[in-house]
């Protein structure tokens, strides 16, 4: 029988293997950030150990960063101890970051694709859940709790139990308007958040070969919010066209055969997944959510659900208090909700595609009366190439807010906060309650739906527009 | 670490499912460099409700968190762990874990034990009943144990050896780092370093 994708690189990576034990993986490349790994570095300090492979390791600043006056001190004085401990701990152990006001500083998920550090078949992990994002490259990507953060700077290994296997068909052609982060809510709302629990999701078919790398990106982002730790999809030419020209892509011989060893990564015809389901591209229409987690999705051209209509009682109960939560009554139009707050960026939609499409639905219009919209570019390097297409100005003219690279408005963490009761259309990953600030309420969408809401000032897609 | 055995101790009978880190531990919690004074951040959003059950005066004390089906979703966040163990959790039993949370705990040396849905719902009826219930959770027998019910769990034995002898995972791959050095030796030449920062 033939392997799987993720059984392949799994293969590739193992250093140890004992009956009873958990494989021994080796880490090909290790991405840190200042919030899970401070108390890393403390661990290793006390024990007196070293960073193994800091020439495997890269650290940027993104989760706690502001996006406005970044050349100016933080005025956290708790985000600043968090930011100066990490860049001490890169400065005391060797490894190479990118602080703010770097060109190369972004979102750690945005800067390792666009160094071309993140390649095929590697085994990349990071103290962030949405390392899944970098399986679009046919990596095996997932993130780490501060202890294993600890565990790879020290060994430059992890000790990991095998995940089973799911494939996820998405066959056909995608209809306009329709984008990735359509297909990743519309296969979460399906699955549900445990869906993917315990299993390394495979993207595949020919909806998915047709999406570009950064699309693809925006899909293995968000496998973990299905419960899944890493998703992928096996490289083909796009991979190889996206990575030639990127600083640390391979050179000469080192490209050959890199290319020949990345074309091998593909799962066998034979190979047999544990799980796999099956969506056809064309009933796949512009998605949103209206609950807390993102299982809680349904097509924008719908209604917000009925509690009561739900047979599981779990499903039901949840879907009660999440409609209290968001301020939601059942059966009002999805496109009816007022929105206050539009958020384009994050890890998961702050590529430069996603900032060209939403330039393009906003170009020449006004952003809606009382509507707030931010755009922050996923790096510094997003936003130079914006700026250099003109699109910041786009988003000025329209109304909205231009600013630095970060993790921004996705979590709460950093100043750009939702306040009690404010509603958002959020391209960003979560919806959990307070998310983006205490009391805050998320809708999340695809940077189109972001685009025409922020036009409309109602939950709403380009198509409305007309 | 510390060895876990087996524990006793009063239950929180958490009824909400979905439980993210998110609310575990909101995100402005995380600004610290250490991994003690979590605990004030523990479900701050929910504990802001005087209606909460962490604010019932029953439940103070309570070291054992009973809580619905995907505890756990979401952020890698350990110090969402933290946070629990800062505030005096030992275990955490549901019927079903998200994964990061979970290796988390068994590295932290949280016991996450996972009992079927409807021995979950026989716990939550029996401690809203008689609050100061006492539950024990036993690691080397495998059970849970309350009253007169006895309810036995699973868990990979390499972890439960781990957890019972308060081993650190690196210490354990220490003694094999020959492997390692053996697989690096092997490493294609085409993976790609970070230094020297190619820009």
């Known amino acids: 029988m033939g392997k799987t994708l993720s059984e392949k690189i799994w293969a590739d990576h193992v250093v ?332 998961t939609n702050g590529r430069i595609e996603d900032l060209r499409s939403a330039a393009q639905i906003l170009k020449g219009q006004k952003i809606a009366p009382k509507l707030r919209m931010l755009v922050v570019p996923g790096s510094a390097r997003v936003r130079l190439q914006a700026e250099a297409e003109g699109l910041d100005k786009v988003f000025l003219d329209f109304g909205a807010e231009w600013r630095q690279a970060g993790c921004s408005m996705c979590l709460g963490m950093n100043p750009d906060q939702l306040t009690v009761g404010e509603r958002s259309a959020s391209t960003s990953n979560r919806n959990f309650e307070g998310r983006q600030g205490k009391g805050g309420r998320t809708h999340l969408v695809s940077p189109l739906v972001a685009a025409a809401t922020a036009i409309r000032g109602t939950l709403s897609s380009p198509a409305d527009l007309n | 670490m510390e060895k876990f055995i087996s524990h006793t101790g009063t239950v929180l009978p958490l009824r909400r499912t979905n439980v993210d880190t998110d609310q575990i531990i909101p995100a402005v919690y995380l600004k610290r460099v250490t991994k003690s004074g979590f605990e004030d951040g523990l479900f701050s959003a929910w504990r802001s409700d005087p209606e909460f059950v962490m604010n019932k005066p029953e439940h103070k004390g309570a070291t054992i968190l009973v809580a619905g089906a995907d505890f756990g979703t979401g952020s890698s966040r350990e110090h969402a762990v933290w946070a629990l163990q800062n505030y005096g959790f030992k275990v955490v039993l549901s019927s079903r874990f998200a994964d990061i949370f979970r290796g988390n705990s068994q590295k932290a040396g949280l016991l996450t034990v996972i009992i079927p849905q409807e021995k979950i719902e026989v716990l939550w009826a029996a401690v809203e009943v008689n609050p100061s219930l006492e539950v024990s959770v036993d690691l080397d027998a495998k059970n849970v144990r309350f009253a007169d019910e006895v309810i036995g769990f699973e868990i990979d034995d390499y972890t439960r050896w781990r957890l019972m002898e308060g081993l650190d995972d690196i210490g354990l791959t220490l003694k094999n780092i020959a492997d390692v050095d053996a697989f690096e030796e092997k490493r294609p030449s085409f993976k790609p370093q970070t230094l020297p920062a190619r820009s």
């Open chain 1, 16 to 347: 140890r293997s004992a009956a009873g034990e958990p494989d021994l993986l080796y880490i090909d490349l290790h991405l840190i950030h200042e919030v899970t790994s401070p108390q890393a570095f403390d661990g290793l300090r006390l024990a007196g150990r070293k960073v193994r492979r800091p020439d495997l390791t890269i650290a940027t600043e993104d989760h706690n960063t502001p996006t406005l006056n970044i050349d100016k001190p933080i005025a956290d004085p708790v985000s600043k101890l968090q930011i100066d401990t990490l860049r001490n701990n890169a400065k005391e152990f060797g490894i190479r970051i990118h602080s703010l006001g770097d060109i190369d500083q972004g979102i750690v998920h945005v800067v390792g694709p666009q160094l071309g550090i993140t390649q095929p078949g590697m085994t990349i992990v990071c103290g962030d859940s949405h390392t899944s994002t970098h399986g679009a490259f046919g990596a095996l990507a997932f993130g780490i709790g501060t202890s294993q953060v600890e565990h790879v700077l020290a060994t430059q290994t992890l000790p990991q139990s095998k995940p089973k296997t799911m494939a996820i068909n998405v066959d056909g052609t995608l209809k306009p308007g329709v984008t990735s982060k359509d297909i990743i809510l519309a296969i979460i709302a399906q699955i549900g958040t445990g869906g993917g629990q315990g299993y390394v999701l495979e993207y595949r078919g020919s909806a998915i070969r047709a999406l570009s790398m950064e699309a693809r990106m925006t899909i293995c982002n968000m496998s973990i919010e299905a419960g899944a730790r890493a998703g992928l999809i096996a490289p083909d030419e796009k991979t190889f066209e996206y990575l030639k020209s990127k600083p640390h892509a391979p050179q000469g011989a080192d490209w050959d055969a890199a290319v020949e060893y990345w074309k091998t990564l593909n799962s066998d015809a034979d190979a047999r997944f544990d799980h796999e389901i099956t969506l056809k591209a064309e009933d796949i229409s512009p998605f949103i959510t209206w609950g807390t987690n993102p299982g809680q999705g349904a097509p924008l051209d719908g209604k917000v659900p009925n509690p009561a209509d739900i047979a599981d009682v779990e499903d039901r109960g949840a879907a009660e208090r999440a409609l209290e939560y968001m301020g939601l009554t059942a059966g009002t139009p999805f496109k009816e909700i007022a929105i206050d707050t539009v958020f384009l960026g994050s890890c």
